[in-house]
């Protein structure tokens, strides 16, 4: 990860979700925010770890142990 690009308790917490399999809306329901807010903190997250895709994203953040494969 790049230095100080840490991520956010919530864009951590959004991409475990991912991770379990849930799209933008499932988590947004979870965490009861609008789908987008969902979407800008996965795509911050994406940003920050330097990723393409959504799986790159989870990728990367399993390898710096941001969230459990």
């Known amino acids: ?3 100080g690009a ?3 308790p919530r864009e951590v917490e959004c991409l475990g979700w991912l991770a379990k ?7 947004a329901e979870r965490l009861g925010v609008a789908r987008i807010t969902v979407d ?4 911050n997250a ?7 895709t959504r799986e790159q ?3 990367l953040a399993i390898r710096n142990g941001l969230i459990d494969p």
């Open 46 to 52: 994406r940003r920050k770890l330097g990723a393409r």
């Open 1 to 3: 990860m790049p230095a």
């Open 40 to 43: 800008t903190h996965l795509s």
């Open 21 to 27: 399999g849930l799209r933008s809306d499932g988590i």
């Open 57 to 59: 994203t989870l990728v």
């Open 6 to 8: 840490a991520l956010t």
